[in-house]
């Protein structure tokens, strides 16, 4: 196992009616920005249950924050940030929200230039300091509120990049696993996908002899194959979708990294999907998963096997054939919660393979546990997916 520092200064509080219970967290002299989404805290009545509890604490409000947060409108919340002298931001919502939220927090207070700095230059030295956050999750997916990292879309370039800085960590987040009755089956699959390949970028590198690091991971896999399809079968099995929100959670809260070599190559070529197409994060990411299980067979050969044993019970054949294996199983599991997995599903053209090529090496660097994914096996990887 390698070296490691960890820390997780993150207050989580979960299970079933504890919304109310934001207002022992907040700071009561503070002044308030809660920040949304679309609209759905209102339908749900997470809205209504967060203004009770909060009265009569002043609370000012900054809604619209789009799916992939862009950006444009966070730079409008850095404008009212400033403007209303506004010292906490409470995020009720999703991902989205929430990664929207830690760049809000971030940029407010950035002196170096334009906020984007932030995304291009990748976070952890541009973020000196950031307003505090807390926020309320309505959907487990991302890890965002348990961790320091925001993704954002320049939507005026169409880019989508991810910072990270242990400053907009949340100083709490709230759990009701009872925000899950009412996500639609496409969020709740892309829920589970969006954990499971979180896991799968920190598991499936190779091997530091770090036993307890891999039953950690597969315990996350094993629990969302479990509980992940009984979710999406009755939406108010309370227990399963407790399971669920917290594998999401410890999924991607820095734990089962810590000593381990880590991949992202999935994740980042995903993004560009996204930031092409719009096509929904985890659906990316189980379009290009598949790709890369299969072209770095050798570097992760280990852990593919170890993978295709432990979780699917592969056990026959040669090894070539119990990574097909692996990987099939992989594929039949995403498209049974009903994602499909191939770019051609999506009606991505050639010409975005070749878009793509030209971003990453334009950009330089390479991708994965070895570092050597360069933008020539991007377009392989891309190409292997149509
Ligand atoms: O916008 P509203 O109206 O709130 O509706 C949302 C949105 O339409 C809706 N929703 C959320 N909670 C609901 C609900 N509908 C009914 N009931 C509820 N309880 O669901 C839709 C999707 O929400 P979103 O926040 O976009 O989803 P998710 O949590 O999957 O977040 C995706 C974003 O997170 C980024 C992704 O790239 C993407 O931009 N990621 C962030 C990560 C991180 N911070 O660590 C890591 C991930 O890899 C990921 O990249
Ligand atoms: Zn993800």
């Known amino acids: ?64 924050i789009e799916v992939n947060p862009h950006y444009e409108t966070c730079m409008k919340a850095v404008e009212f940030v400033k403007t209303e002298k506004i010292d906490f931001l409470l995020s009720v919502g999703g991902g989205s929200v929430l990664d929207a939220t830690k760049f809000i927090a971030a940029a407010a207070l950035y002196k170096n230039g334009d906020p984007w700095n932030i995304l291009s230059k990748r ?124 594998s999401a959670t410890m999924a991607l809260n820095g734990l089962i990294a810590t000593g381990v070599p880590q991949d992202w190559a999935t994740h980042m070529i995903g993004h560009e999907l996204t930031a092409f197409h719009g096509i929904d994060h985890a659906r990316t990411l189980a379009i290009v998963l598949p790709g890369i299980m299969d072209i770095k067979r050798d570097n992760k050969k280990g852990k593919l096997l170890q993978y295709g044993q432990r979780i699917w019970g592969i056990t026959s054949g040669t090894e070539d054939e119990k990574i097909d294996a692996a990987i099939s199983k992989t594929v039949e599991f995403f498209e049974s919660l009903g994602l499909p997995t191939t770019l051609k599903d999506y009606d991505v053209p050639n010409e975005t393979i070749a878009k793509i090529k030209i971003r990453f090496e334009e950009r330089g660097g390479k991708l994965g546990e070895k570092a050597d994914i360069d933008f020539n096996e991007v377009e392989e990887i891309l190409i292997s997916r149509m």
Not at 23 to 29: R, S
Not at 203 to 220: C, G, H, K, M
């Open 1 to 64: 196992m390698y070296n490691f520092e960890y820390r997780n200064p993150v207050k989580v509080i979960f299970g079933k009616d504890t919304i109310p219970k934001v207002a022992d967290e907040i700071p009561t002299n503070a002044k308030i920005l809660l920040t949304y989404g679309g609209g759905s805290i209102k339908r749900t009545g997470v809205y209504e249950q967060v203004i009770n509890a909060l009265k009569p604490i002043e609370v000012l409000e900054f809604g619209g």
């Open 123 to 246: 976070g952890n030295e541009e973020v000196q300091e950031a307003l505090p956050i807390g926020a309320v999750l309505t959907l487990p997916a991302t890890g965002s509120e348990m961790n320091g990292n925001a993704v954002i879309t320049k939507y005026s370039t169409l880019e989508k990049m991810a910072f990270s800085s242990p400053k907009v960590m949340p100083q709490f987040s709230i759990l009701d696993p009872e925000c899950i009755f009412t996500l639609p089956d496409k969020q709740v699959a892309n829920g589970i996908i969006d954990a499971f390949i979180h896991v799968i970028e920190q598991y499936l590198t190779f091997d530091v002899n770090s036993p307890i690091q891999d039953r950690f991971a597969e315990s996350i896999l094993t629990t969302l194959i479990e509980e992940g399809p009984k979710v999406l079968a009755n939406r108010k099995d309370y227990e399963s979708a407790a399971n669920f929100m917290w």
